[in-house]
DNA sequence: AATGTTCCCAACCGCGAGAGT
DNA sequence: GACTCTCGCGGTTGGGAACAT
């Protein structure tokens, strides 16, 4: 039996196992040589005392090249809302329109900054009414439903192609693209929307509801100069409750 | 200066999905 | 179909910095 002060007298060990600059010299260049993937076999192989899941969360939200670190900017921060009032808290999929951010990072940035800003809007992608890990069981099913998702993963990056005859507006939409997302690469046959004056194309390769509310999201902050009724019906939304409304420049 | 409190964020954890056998 | 393994996701934890008293 431990009495309570030699338990005091003992140093607890530190539970949190931050990262060393050499573990991540490390890693890296076993990734840069090896590749990614097999997450299992990486600290066998490299020698680190970690474990997969710890080597791949390192990689992916901090050594990861294009990593962008540093403050949000506005536009960032604006985006992050919206996505997150469409989506909930499915940080991957924000972060996928977020070239250079991790989900982490932007979880943890809603969490410290956003969360308390925006507590009077509280809204979640599905109704939730019990633990996380039911919550998550009503997305994915409520996903299932809606149609076929090719994978469960977040598109790691997301393109926009914005080609615009006319010179005055391809910069309203540049200057709004600035510092958000410049380009996408999207290749899927999900709706593809090609208005007749802009020839912009919207190519997603992810969940088609997601496509959907993408679709809104950006129609609306891009502001193609149409009515909110044009949008719709050029989007064939009729059965989806977030209809664009109002007019866009 | 010392102590207490709050905030930030890297890392951990448990779970489900999908692939392979 | 059952099982195992790997991967990715979202929620949570806890160390430490910053700030307040």
């Not at 140093?11 to 299992?40: C, F, M, R, S």
């Not at 536009?75 to 009032?85: A, G, P, S, T």
């Not at 019990?130 to 598109?155: A, D, L, M, V």
């Not at 802009?198 to 496509?211: G, K, R, S, V």
Request: charged share 30%; net charge neutral; hydrophobic share 25%.
């Amino acid at each position: 039996m431990e009495s309570k002060g030699l338990v005091k007298a003992v140093k607890p060990q530190p539970k949190k196992n931050l990262w060393k600059p050499e573990e991540d010299l490390v890693l890296k260049t076993y990734i840069e040589t090896h590749g990614e993937g097999n997450w299992a076999t990486v600290s066998k192989n490299s020698g680190l005392k970690r474990g997969g899941k710890s080597c791949r969360l390192r990689w992916k939200n901090y050594l990861r090249p294009n990593i962008k670190r540093g403050e949000m900017s506005e536009q960032e921060e604006d985006l992050i809302i919206r996505m997150h009032k469409l989506l909930g808290n499915r940080w991957s999929l924000i972060a996928g329109r977020l070239p250079g951010r991790t989900d982490n990072e932007i979880k943890n940035y809603w969490n410290t900054h956003l969360s308390k800003r925006h507590n009077g809007s509280k809204r979640k992608s599905v109704d939730y009414t019990s633990n996380h890990h039911e919550q998550k069981k009503k997305i994915r099913s409520s996903n299932s439903e809606i149609g076929p998702s090719k994978s469960s993963t977040c598109i790691e990056e997301t393109t926009l192609v914005v080609r615009n005859e006319e010179e005055e507006d391809r910069n309203n939409i540049n200057s709004w693209m600035d510092g958000i997302h410049r380009s996408f690469n999207c290749d899927t046959d999900y709706p593809t929307l090609v208005p007749e004056n802009y020839n912009a194309t919207f190519l997603f390769d992810d969940e088609p509801f997601i496509t959907y509310l993408d679709s809104f999201l950006l129609v609306e902050e891009l502001g193609f100069g149409w009515s909110g009724e044009e949008a719709n019906s050029l989007m064939q939304v009729e059965s989806c409750p977030n209809h664009v409304t109002g007019d866009f420049y």
